[in-house]
C-alpha cells in the first residue's frame, strides 16, 4: 500500500528559505511517491493570534501560492485548510484525556515560543497544548512520514506516544508516524542567529523581489572578526558559507571562495555577490510561478477547496474508526 506524508504550516506569513529546506522541498520531492496531504494550519495560528484572525485569511493565500510556487504539485498534493475539516477539533478533545499536564509543560519548542512570545495575560490553554490538537492534525489521515523542520520533533514524539496509547487502550486504529528532517535541520537566519524566523526579522522569503533579495544578501552577518579583505577569514558557522553549501549548485565556486575566505584574498562583498547570484537564480523560477497562481486566485482556491475536500473525507473515515474503537459510536434508534 502506498504510504501517507502530512504536514503543515502556521498561515502567519509568507514562506521563507528556512521552511524550504526544513520541509518543501522534501514536500516536492516524495509527492510522487507518497499519498502527500499538506494542512495550512489556520487553528494552530489562532492559538497565538487570536486577537488578529483577520490576517488568516490572506495568509491562507499566501501559504498557498507558495507551495504551489516551489513545485507542489496540485494533481499529487492535497493542500487542506485545518479550520474547514471539524473533525480535527473533534479528535483533539479525544487525545486531551492521553496527555498528562506535565508532559505538555515539558514540550521544550512550546517552551521557547512561550518565552518568545511573552503573553501578557498569561499562556492561553489553547497555545499551550496545541502540541495534542497537532498530533490529531497527524494521526487523522493515518500520515507514515512527516516532514519537518527540527523544532517539529517533538510535536511528533507526542503524537507517536498519543497514538501508542489509544492504539492499547482502544483498538489499533491509528498509525505511528515518523519524522523526517530536510537536507539542513536548521537554515541559520540572515544575522547569523540559529533560525531563520518571521519573528527575528531575519528572513529571506520565497517570494522576495531581486532587489530585496540583495539587500538582505549584502547585509548579512559573517565573520565578525574580520575586519578587511585581507584578513584570514572563518568558514565554519559563516551564515554566507552555509548558504552557499545549500543554494549554490556550483560546488566547484563554493570550494575557491572558501578557499581564498580562508586565506584572505577574497572581500565579503565578493562572496556575498556570488550568493546573490546564486539565490536569484534558485529563487527566479519560484517567484515566476508564484506570480502566475496569484495573477488566477480562482484556481488557486479551486485547488485548496479540492485538496480540503479529500482530506475531509479522510478525516470523516478515520473519525468513524476512532468513535467505534472508543465505544462511542452509538447507533441509537
Ligand atoms: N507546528 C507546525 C509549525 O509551526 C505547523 C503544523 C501544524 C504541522 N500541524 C502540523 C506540521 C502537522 C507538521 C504536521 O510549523
Redesign the pocket.
Known amino acids: 500500500m502506498i504510504k501517507r506524508i ?5 498561515p502567519t506569513g509568507q514562506l521563507h528559505l528556512g521552511h524550504y529546506v526544513g520541509s518543501l522541498q522534501n514536500r516536492v520531492k516524495l509527492q510522487h511517491e507518497y499519498d502527500t496531504y499538506v ?1 495550512i ?1 489556520d487553528v ?1 495560528a489562532l492559538t497565538d493570534n487570536f486577537e488578529h484572525p483577520e490576517m488568516l485569511e490572506a495568509n491562507i493565500f499566501e501559504v498557498a501560492l507558495d507551495y504551489l510556487a516551489v513545485g507542489i504539485d496540485p494533481e499529487k498534493t492535497k493542500i487542506v485548510v ?1 479550520s474547514m475539516v471539524p473533525e480535527l477539533a473533534e479528535l483533539t478533545i479525544y487525545f486531551m484525556n492521553l496527555v498528562t499536564v506535565a508532559t505538555l509543560e515539558r514540550n521544550p519548542t512550546v517552551k521557547e515560543e512561550i518565552k518568545q512570545r511573552n503573553f501578557v495575560k498569561g499562556v492561553p490553554v489553547g497555545f499551550w497544548s ?1 502540541p495534542i ?2 498530533a490529531a ?2 494521526t487523522i489521515f493515518k ?1 507514515d512520514l ?1 516532514p ?2 527540527e ?2 520533533l517533538p ?2 514524539e507526542q503524537a507517536r506516544e498519543i497514538v501508542r496509547r489509544f492504539n492499547r487502550l482502544y483498538a489499533k486504529v491509528l498509525i505511528e508516524p515518523k519524522a523526517m528532517l530536510g537536507a539542513m535541520a536548521r537554515l541559520p537566519g540572515t544575522d547569523g542567529g540559529a533560525k531563520m524566523s518571521k519573528s527575528l526579522g531575519n528572513c529571506i522569503y520565497l517570494g522576495d523581489s531581486p532587489e530585496t533579495v540583495r539587500k538582505r544578501v549584502m547585509s548579512m552577518f559573517t565573520d565578525p572578526k574580520r575586519i578587511h579583505p585581507t584578513d584570514p577569514g572563518t568558514v565554519e558557522g559563516n551564515p554566507v558559507f552555509t548558504y552557499h553549501d545549500v543554494f549554490n549548485p556550483d560546488k566547484g565556486e563554493v570550494e575557491e571562495l572558501k578557499e581564498r575566505y580562508r586565506k584572505g584574498t577574497v572581500g565579503d562583498v565578493e562572496v556575498k555577490q556570488r550568493l546573490y547570484d546564486a539565490l536569484n537564480h534558485f529563487l527566479t523560477p519560484i517567484r515566476e510561478r508564484r506570480a502566475e497562481y496569484a495573477a488566477n486566485p480562482k484556481r488557486v482556491y479551486e485547488i485548496i477547496m479540492e485538496g480540503t475536500r479529500r482530506g475531509r473525507e479522510l478525516a470523516r473515515a478515520t473519525m468513524e474508526e476512532v468513535r467505534t474503537a472508543m465505544k462511542i459510536g452509538y447507533r441509537f434508534g
Open positions: 502530512l504536514t503543515g504550516d502556521r494542512l494550519a494552530q485545518q496545541y490538537s497537532q492534525d497527524i500520515a512527516v519537518v523542520g523544532d517539529q510535536m511528533i
